[in-house]
């Protein structure tokens, strides 16, 4: 996949980093001279530009990526124009970085095709978190969609997927299990556990449904 990813405060530095990581070719952009050079050797093509001149964004090869994530922190009218700017390059996918609601339901309405609040989203986690110990992790898909990591209860413990029936009782899936080596020294991941498969005491759960179908079972099952 090939990327680009506008603004280079915590957000999109980290993004543009673990894109990379990933293994995705990444052009990381921003205004500022210092923020370019701080991840040069961590990207395909850092670049100081002015992220609003079509032109600029053209000589770069902005118009070729796969993906564009517009992450202007510091000027929402800059943001708005880079994403009006990708839609009319024809960027097949533009993901916009919104600091409220209101500013997402107009990042929207210009056309981003996902809008993203990292704030908002690492508050409902820290939320969740503290509410429910046994929970390590609560991560947004999609709207209206998450994915729930947490301990495996004690009601799950011996049981196997039918046995359990989430999904008839929560409309809620378990995607994985992490679990320990025997001699307690890795985690292996097991995707996509097969409907016989057991979940053990020490299990991790990773769950995906609906949000309010999630809440329901970590209110009824999760301590």
Known sequence: MKAAVVGLGLFGRSL???LARAGSEVIA?????DLVEDIREEVAVAVRLDATDEKELRAQGVHEVDVLVASIGDNFESNQLLVLLAK???IPRVIARAPSSEHARILRL???DEVIMPEEEAAKESAQRLIRP???GYFALIEG???AEAEAPASFHGKNLIELNLRQKYRVTIVAVKRKTPDGSREMLYPVPAPTDRIEAGDLV???????DLQRLLEKELP
Do not use: P, Q, R, T
Not at 29 to 33: E, F, H, K, N, P
Not at 206 to 212: N, S, T
């Open 29 to 33: 952009i921003d205004s500022s001279a």
């Open 206 to 212: 990773i769950l995906i449904g609906a949000d309010e």
């Open 16 to 18: 543009a980093v673990n």
């Open 145 to 147: 969609f998450s994915m």
């Open 134 to 136: 046994s929970l390590k």
């Open 88 to 90: 009319k390059l024809g």
């Open 110 to 112: 210009i056309g981003a």
